[in-house]
């Protein structure tokens, strides 16, 4: 069975078989697709399926032409159909793994398409590359797979490879970042090693699923901790009534032995502040507390907290409540020229100013409209009448079509938490 799997993906006759066409999913599907391979693309939700097969854009990195125009070749199938997994030759796990409130890893959604794989098991190259705690492809998808009654790497072979996707990241697309591999056994891993060498130039083969679900977690905890330093630097530093914006230019002129992280108000999007508190969450039931990691994330998640004091001190010391202060969020994505709302903290800076009764409008070039619970709030149009009637506006998310000059000159208080105007601007308050 191995051989035959290693030829069929040399050859590109290998069938492949994606759940979830998400961030992850999607890209990775049109990427097979283009180098020749056929691609089933599964969904649960049929709207995807319906925008990817109507050509519209829902995921930042992929041209809907390019997509409508490999399923019109027919190489690239959309589907909620999970009978097409018999079909198969490889099947990739793509699919969301929340942080539950208890902040707790949920695996829901990689133990569902676990038990689908099941039903159309036969001898498949299965890959797991939704982002978990370690050993989740063996506590969690092996298990699943053996009630199949087939023999792991004997009747199917299973890897995990995690994902290291960066959303409108054009220097760096998926096709431009190594990979990892770590499989069951040394057939598994090159089963992998030689699928994704095939999109992909540089994968590095690690010994063990463990290995390479750890590595994750390791590249998102560096950058939790640092970016904790950062920001609790700018708390220090606001204290000592210098800019940490020009420290960090200073700081990084060193060649070696520094990275510059910068702070801002909040983390966002599904890895940094979540991935490594799985790695909390499993280092806890193995009896050792992550201090660093859970001090890392306290920081971080104080940082909405932060912002809206300092912007209530500032409206008091200019003799305007909070409450009744007319707000502008600029940015409302977690990160700069996406749409991508998740664990975004312009939400939660949003929701506590509303709690306090302050009036917050936002504008987002990539979004519309946003709902936050029970608040919907439209995008406002940036123009001087509308921008002179804000008491304060604050800069969330640096989004690269905004003319932030503009606002500069029609907001008569302005919270720069992303430094857009430079630590030379005056007349800006920054983070």
């Known amino acids: 069975m191995y ?118 098991l036969k001898n498949q190259l299965i890959i797991l590359e939704s982002t978990s705690y370690p050993a989740t492809t063996r506590e969690v998808v092996l298990p699943v797979l053996i009630e199949a009654g087939k023999r792991p790497e004997k009747d199917f072979f299973l890897c995990f490879s995690p994902e290291r996707v960066n959303p409108a990241d054009k220097k760096f697309p998926l096709t431009k970042i190594p990979k990892i591999v770590g499989g069951f056994s040394q057939n598994s891993t090159d089963l992998a090693r030689l699928l994704y060498s095939k999109i992909i130039k540089k994968v590095f083969p690690a010994s063990s699923p463990e290995v390479a679900e750890t590595a994750k977690l390791l590249e998102n905890t560096f950058r939790l901790v640092n970016i904790a330093l950062a920001n609790e630097f700018a708390i220090v530093c606001n204290k000592l009534g210098i800019s940490v914006w020009e420290v960090i230019e200073a700081a990084k002129t060193k060649p070696f032995g520094f990275m510059p992280f910068y702070p801002g108000p909040g983390l966002g999007g599904h890895c940094i502040p979540i991935d490594p508190l799985y790695l909390s969450w499993k280092a806890k039931k193995l009896g050792f507390k992550t201090k660093m990691i859970d001090l890392a994330s306290y920081i971080n998640h104080f940082m909405p907290e932060y912002v809206i004091e300092r912007i209530k001190k500032l409206l008091h010391s200019r003799n305007v409540n909070l409450k009744g202060a007319k707000i502008l969020i600029l940015g409302v994505a977690y990160k700069k020229d996406v749409k991508d709302l998740r664990e975004s903290p312009a939400l939660e800076i949003i929701e506590e100013l509303q709690k306090k009764g302050a009036r917050v409008s936002f504008y987002d070039p990539f979004l519309p409209y946003i709902k936050i619970h029970e608040i919907d709030l439209k995008r406002i149009k940036l123009n001087k009448n509308t921008l002179k009637t804000f008491n304060c506006a604050i800069v969330v998310t ?27 601007a005056k007349n800006i308050i920054r983070l």
Do not use: W
């Open 3 to 120: 051989n035959l799997l290693k030829d069929k993906i040399q050859t590109k006759k290998a069938k492949i078989g994606i759940i979830g066409l998400g961030y992850v999913g999607l890209p990775l599907a049109v990427a097979f697709s283009k180098k020749g391979y056929f691609v089933y693309g599964i969904d649960t939700n049929p709207h995807h399926i319906e925008r990817l097969n109507k050509g519209e854009k829902y995921i930042v990195d992929i041209n809907p032409q390019e997509a409508i125009s490999l399923i019109r070749k027919k190489i690239f199938l959309p589907t909620v159909d999970a009978k097409v997994l018999g079909d198969c030759d490889v099947i990739i796990i793509c699919v969301p793994t929340p942080l539950r409130k208890v902040k707790m890893p949920d695996v829901s959604y990689v133990l569902a398409a676990a038990k689908t794989i099941k039903k159309y």
């Open 398 to 424: 640096d989004h690269s079509n905004v003319d932030y000059n503009f606002i500069k000159n029609n907001v008569k208080l302005i919270f720069d938490a992303r430094n857009v105007y430079g630590h030379n």
